[in-house]
Every structure is written in structure tokens, then in C-alpha cells.
């Protein structure tokens, strides 16, 4: 159905006007939400994330994209929640304890939410207890933690002690620009990812998915 590349095309132009007009179309012409979703926004979600990690595009593009994603998800969420079809995985995601920044944490979640993902914004300097009761709260299966701080890096720790304290069986994913793949071995993270379009591709692995 050429509307689906449309609204593919649309959403990674960033045209939300179009990327809901185009949503509209379809489900008029009988495709499912779901369908929509899965064949039309994924799509564009997961090459603007491939693009991005090649740098062939950067953070702007990507919040218009994921900008435009969300308008066309406004129409169809409703619809969704309706048939009773939720999205597979919850994931819980936040910037630890004493930390403020929150511009790569909203664009993990964005991307999280492009591979149909429930996420949980649990926002900035979240603390462990706060981590803990989301993931119990949302029945979250990931915990994604960023931190922009060398200063806060060690809040990620006392995040995951306080997880597994909990004895909660969630994959826990952290990243943030001063965080590497050996610090998250030395604090018993399950995962790292880069930047918001690997940490799709990490939380997948880390699920199974
Ligand atoms: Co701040 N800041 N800042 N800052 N700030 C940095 C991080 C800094 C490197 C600047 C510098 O000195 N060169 C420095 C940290 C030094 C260090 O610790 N090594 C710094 C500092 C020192 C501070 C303050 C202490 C300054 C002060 O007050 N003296 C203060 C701290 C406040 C606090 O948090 N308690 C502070 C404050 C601020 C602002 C509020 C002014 C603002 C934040 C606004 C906001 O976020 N709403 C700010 C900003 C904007 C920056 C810089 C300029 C940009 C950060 C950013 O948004 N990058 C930054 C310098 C820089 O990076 N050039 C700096 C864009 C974003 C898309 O990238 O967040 O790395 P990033 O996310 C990437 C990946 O890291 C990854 O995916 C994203 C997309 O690819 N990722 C994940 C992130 N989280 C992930 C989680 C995952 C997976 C991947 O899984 C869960």
C-alpha cells in the first residue's frame, strides 16, 4: 500500500501533519492501528535510529522525526487501548540521582517508544527507591538509567543494588556520554548502549525480542 511508505517517509521528514493525515488514510482503508503502527512508524523510527548511529543525521532530525511519531501515535494509542493490544515490553527510563540532563534520556524514550515499547519517564534525578517502585508500579521487564555526570555514575550503582535488593527480575540497560561498556561490568549493569538508537537494539537483546 503506498501510503504506508508515505507515512514511512513522512514521520522520518519529520511531517507530523502528513504522518497523522497519512495514519488516518490507512485505517480508513481498513488497515488495523496495529498494522499502521508496526508497518508504518516502526519502520521510519528504526531507520531514522540506524541513520543517526551512522551520523548521516543528528539529534535535531531525530526529534522531529520522533516528534512527528507521536502525533501520529496520539490518533491510534486510543484505538490501541480500545482492542486491548499493548505494547509487549515496559520499560522504565530516568536520569539517576543528582543528575539534571535529560536530553539523551528523552531520546532513548523516544526511540523506545518507536520500536513499540510502554515507557515509563520516571524523568531526572530519580532515586533508587523511585526506580524500584516504577518498575513494581508498570511491571516494567528494563530499566534504563543514563547519566551525564562522572559525578552521578555512582548513583547508577546504588539504582541497580537497589533493584536487584528488591529482587526484581527487570534487565537493567545504562548509558550516558561519560558511561562505557566496563563500567557497566563493574557495576553489574545487564547492558550498554552508546547512543538512543543501540539502546533499542540493546534493550531487544536484553529481552529477547
Ligand atoms: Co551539563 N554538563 N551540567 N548541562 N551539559 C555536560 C554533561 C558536561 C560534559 C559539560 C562540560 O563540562 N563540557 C559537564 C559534565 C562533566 C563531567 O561530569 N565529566 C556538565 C556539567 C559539569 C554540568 C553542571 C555541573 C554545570 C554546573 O552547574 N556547574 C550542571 C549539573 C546539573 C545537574 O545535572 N545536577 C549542568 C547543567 C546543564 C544544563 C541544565 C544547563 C543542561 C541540561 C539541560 C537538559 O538536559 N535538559 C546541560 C547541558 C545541555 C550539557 C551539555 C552541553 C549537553 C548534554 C546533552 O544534552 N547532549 C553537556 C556537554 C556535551 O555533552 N557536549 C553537558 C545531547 C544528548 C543527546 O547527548 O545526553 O550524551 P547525551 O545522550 C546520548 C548518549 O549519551 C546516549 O544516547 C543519547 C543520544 O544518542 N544516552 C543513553 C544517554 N542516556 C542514555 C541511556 C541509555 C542509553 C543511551 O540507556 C538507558
Same mark, same amino acid.
Request: avoid cysteine; proline fraction near 4%; glycine fraction near 8%.
Given at each position: 500500500m503506498k501510503e504506508l511508505q508515505e507515512l514511512t517517509a513522512a514521520v522520518m521528514k519529520g511531517d507530523r501533519v502528513n504522518a497523522k493525515r497519512l495514519s488516518q488514510v490507512l485505517l480508513d482503508a481498513g488497515l488495523k492501528p496495529l498494522e499502521v503502527v508496526e508497518k508504518g512508524l516502526v519502520p521510519a523510527m528504526a531507520t531514522v535510529g540506524e541513520r543517526f548511529k551512522r551520523n548521516e543525521i543528528f539529534v535535531p532530525e531525530m526529534l522531529i522525526a520522533a516528534r512527528a511519531m507521536k502525533e501520529a501515535m496520539g490518533l491510534l494509542e486510543p484505538l490501541l487501548a480500545k482492542a486491548g493490544i499493548k505494547p509487549r515490553f515496559t520499560a522504565v527510563i530516568g536520569t539517576v540521582q543528582g543528575d539534571l540532563h535529560d536530553i539523551g534520556k528523552n531520546l532513548v524514550c523516544m526511540m523506545l517508544k518507536g520500536a513499540n515499547y510502554a515507557?515509563?519517564?520516571? !524523568?531526572?534525578?530519580?532515586?533508587? +527507591?523511585?526506580?524500584?517502585? &516504577? =518498575?513494581?508500579?508498570?511491571? @516494567?521487564? =528494563?530499566? !534504563?538509567?543514563?547519566?551525564?555526570?562522572?559525578?552521578?555514575?555512582? &548513583?547508577?550503582?546504588?539504582?541497580?543494588?537497589?533493584?536487584?535488593?528488591? $529482587?526484581?527480575?527487570?534487565?537493567?540497560?545504562? %548509558? !550516558?556520554?561519560?558511561?562505557?561498556?566496563? *563500567?557497566? +561490568?563493574? =557495576? %553489574?549493569?545487564? $547492558? *550498554?548502549?552508546? +547512543? @538512543?538508537?543501540?539502546?533499542? +537494539?540493546?534493550?531487544?537483546?536484553?529481552?529477547?525480542?
Open positions: 515507557v515509563i519517564d520516571a !524523568g531526572v534525578n530519580v532515586t533508587p +527507591d523511585k526506580f524500584v517502585a &516504577a =518498575i513494581k508500579e508498570h511491571n @516494567a521487564q =528494563i530499566l !534504563g538509567l543514563s547519566a551525564l555526570l562522572t559525578t552521578t555514575m555512582p &548513583a547508577m550503582k546504588m539504582a541497580i543494588e537497589a533493584v536487584r535488593k528488591a $529482587g526484581l527480575p527487570v534487565k537493567v540497560m545504562i %548509558g !550516558g556520554a561519560p558511561v562505557t561498556q566496563q *563500567y557497566a +561490568d563493574e =557495576i %553489574g549493569a545487564d $547492558g *550498554y548502549a552508546a +547512543d @538512543a538508537a543501540s539502546a533499542v +537494539d540493546k534493550a531487544n537483546a536484553l529481552l529477547g525480542a
